[in-house]
């Protein structure tokens, strides 16, 4: 039988796993993902599931983008949910801020809240256990063991699956499927892909894996260069060395992203280190989040010095060594930023403020805006195109404002990454690329001809 069953595989985002086990002659299954179809997909409406005829077990979430979790309020009740604990918590702060925020229609913020309600049920809602070493297999969904590892991505606390199934047909009575979710080889944890694989997945060669399930968004986008997310960190350095009042655009879920941009500020205003301003206490709320634990894994990803841009201008702080007290502008103005801003008009008076410091000859040098996402946002003949992201940027150099596209780095695994995975992993029965608008280009990975045979370009 087949175990692996993909549903809109030929686009990136939105794409839906289930995974199935025979027991006794009746079919168990467990769902990967379950997430909104990205605007400009194959599929711009999204498939619906049929959860009566195929009834899913639980569901397992790889990660919070919103192409993997957000149709999760679709999702019948009486079906457990299983993430990553930092993961669900993410998420929650994402919803209760989408529910508390004002701008948002009425009915349209009760929906968020009642998806925070759902992710803080902990009787729906399970998340993995780090036992010290690896995190505990999960045990309790009939004819299923799953491992879930943790990998490195543009969404913290991100998950690939190990699968054993039932499967009366082979000789061990098991099949065992991987499924990678998103994952990159060249953030800071990524180099310890293939050592998990080796030690963990493969258990040195004693153990096979019949079928690998992994993504390939960056096959239709092998022409990007890519640098690893340290590189980026010491590039953003000397570009924050040479520009004093930075704006900067990135995903607030962007941990990795973010974590360079602080570390960045902090050496470019050496000794002292220049503050991250952010544009909403969700914001806070999410760094701190980060703070407290991956913080305790690695000091990069301490952000200590974060403060939310003042509603009030006349505002102001005291400090011993000034003579008279100053307002954030002013404190901004004196000792430089970095400051989050989102691409939409309402933020644009935080640019303004500074581009007419400087014309009242207040500051030296005008401020700059770094673009820290994907640049197919801004092109035009993209499908993802954005349109309101795009006149904003023109609106600011039109003003003057130096925009900075360079300092990005993909979310996602380069093709030759994917062929170590593969190569690493060596699926005995079957290879499934997904996430990916470029599935036939797989057969030109530089990977074994006999992986080549099992690859599944139609599923
Ligand atoms: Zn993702």
Redesign the pocket.
Known sequence: MEHVKIYQGNQI?GCVTVISSMINGEIHRIMVDYGSSLPGSDNEKDFDYPWDDEPVDAVFF??Y?G??VGRLMEIPSHIPLYMGDVARQAMINIQEALGKNPYIPKEEAQLHLEEAAVLNDDKRVKTFNWNGIFYDHVKDIEGFVVEPYSVD???YD?YLFLFEVCDPNTKSGKYKVVHT??FRGHGRRGNVMLTLIKKYIRRFNKRSIDALVIEGTMMSRSRERVISEPQMQLKATKYLMKHKYAFLICSSTNVDSLASFYQAAQDAGHPYGRNMYVYSYYFIKQLKLYTDTAGSFASVYKFDNVYQFDADSTKTYSHPNWDNPKTQQEMMEDYGFIAVIKPEDYHEHYIDAFVEAYKANRIKQMPVLIFSMWNGYLNPKHKAFKKEWFDFVERQKAKGVEIEYDLHTS??ATPKMLASVINAINPQDALYPMHTEKKEEFMNLPIKDEIKQRIRLKS
């Open positions: 985002g790889t990660h983008h192409d993997h991505h543009s969404a991100a979710g998103d979310g996602h």
